[in-house]
């Protein structure tokens, strides 16, 4: 895979096809750009495809302790540099759709059109208690992870009193499992206020920048609040919503058989 080597470390990335057009795809936490494999067929006609393996995630390599947004717009116009454009088309899936949708003050000059999979950052259950967090908390519960049971305890206690959703519980216990898990998580977690959203923003700047978009998400998708989401695709003037028959998790053929160009 190409490399980018940026200020705090290198970012892999995939690249495929020959498109006149460009477009960059975000993976989610914990994934890889390899769900993209699937998509070539569809994506290939329009677009030369590129998509960063993000930090921590797997042979890119990080060594700051934490991946905020301004590292993030650093790798998409490193990318486009690469490539030799000036403007682009983003996807992100899940919690990429959040780093997009932060960023979008900063990318509205190159982009040219959003294809949002499964967003995150728009009406996600739980993210507002990892955001309200105070930073000194989030060090101190980094601090437990040394016995990820403690951890695991103090979450289940949360789940019992209503104030911790139970796919934050299986998150923490899959992501506690392992040293290199535990550091993804807080790296992300540490620079997650810079990617901080909020719906009657994301909806005044996406009518006001008058950029195409697309969403697909899952009718029994367990993470995002579907009237929410809804309701804001109704309310924006360029925007399309392709629900599907599945659950977060949308990568695979129902969205082939649902995908408009």
Same mark, same amino acid.
């Not at 977690?189 to 697909?216: C, E, H, M, S």
């Given at each position: 895979? %190409?490399?980018?080597?940026?200020?705090?470390?290198?970012?892999?990335?995939?690249?495929?096809?020959?498109?006149?057009?460009?477009?960059?795809?975000?993976?989610?936490?914990?994934?890889?750009?390899?769900?993209?494999?699937?998509?070539?067929?569809?994506?290939?006609?329009?677009?030369?495809?590129?998509?960063?393996?993000? %930090?921590?995630?797997?042979?890119?390599?990080?060594?700051?302790?934490?991946?905020?947004?301004?590292?993030?717009?650093?790798? !998409?116009?490193?990318?486009?540099?690469?490539?030799?454009?000036?403007?682009?088309?983003?996807?992100?899936?899940?919690?990429?759709?959040?780093?997009? @949708?932060?960023?979008?003050?900063?990318?509205?000059? !190159?982009?040219?059109?959003?294809?949002?999979?499964?967003?995150?950052?728009?009406?996600?259950?739980?993210?507002?208690?990892?955001?309200?967090?105070?930073?000194?908390?989030?060090?101190?519960?980094?601090?437990?992870?040394?016995? %990820?049971?403690?951890?695991?305890?103090?979450?289940?206690?949360?789940?019992?009193?209503?104030?911790?959703?139970?796919? @934050?519980?299986?998150?923490?216990?899959?992501?506690?499992? @392992?040293?290199?898990?535990?550091?993804?998580?807080?790296?992300?977690?540490?620079?997650?206020?810079?990617?901080?959203?909020?719906?009657?923003?994301?909806?005044?700047?996406?009518?006001?920048?008058?950029?195409?978009?697309?969403?697909?998400?899952?009718?029994?998708?367990?993470?995002?609040?579907?009237?929410?989401?809804?309701?804001?695709?109704?309310?924006?003037?360029?925007?399309?919503?392709?629900?599907?028959?599945?659950?977060?998790?949308?990568?695979?053929?129902?969205?082939?058989?649902?995908?408009? %160009?």
């Amino acid at each position: 895979m %190409p490399v980018l080597n940026c200020m705090y470390g290198k970012v892999h990335y995939l690249r495929f096809g020959e498109g006149p057009e460009l477009l960059i795809a975000l993976h989610g936490f914990g994934d890889k750009p390899d769900w993209l494999q699937s998509m070539k067929a569809i994506l290939t006609p329009r677009y030369t495809v590129v998509a960063p393996t993000l %930090p921590w995630h797997g042979n890119s390599e990080w060594h700051k302790t934490e991946f905020d947004k301004t590292d993030f717009l650093g790798i !998409v116009h490193q990318l486009l540099q690469t490539e030799g454009k000036t403007r682009c088309s983003i996807m992100g899936y899940s919690f990429g759709a959040r780093l997009i @949708l932060a960023a979008l003050p900063e990318l509205r000059p !190159v982009l040219q059109k959003i294809i949002l999979l499964a967003p995150d950052g728009i009406a996600t259950r739980g993210m507002n208690l990892a955001l309200l967090t105070p930073m000194f908390l989030r060090h101190w519960i980094q601090t437990l992870v040394r016995n %990820p049971e403690r951890l695991l305890r103090l979450l289940k206690t949360g789940q019992r009193l209503g104030l911790v959703p139970a796919w @934050l519980l299986y998150f923490a216990s899959i992501n506690m499992a @392992l040293p290199q898990r535990q550091q993804r998580v807080f790296g992300y977690w540490l620079g997650l206020n810079t990617f901080a959203t909020q719906r009657k923003r994301l909806r005044r700047q996406l009518t006001q920048y008058a950029i195409p978009v697309d969403v697909y998400a899952g009718a029994q998708d367990p993470i995002i609040r579907k009237r929410a989401l809804e309701k804001m695709v109704r309310q924006l003037p360029h925007a399309r919503l392709m629900k599907l028959k599945t659950g977060h998790r949308i990568i695979g053929q129902e969205l082939l058989n649902n995908w408009q %160009p």
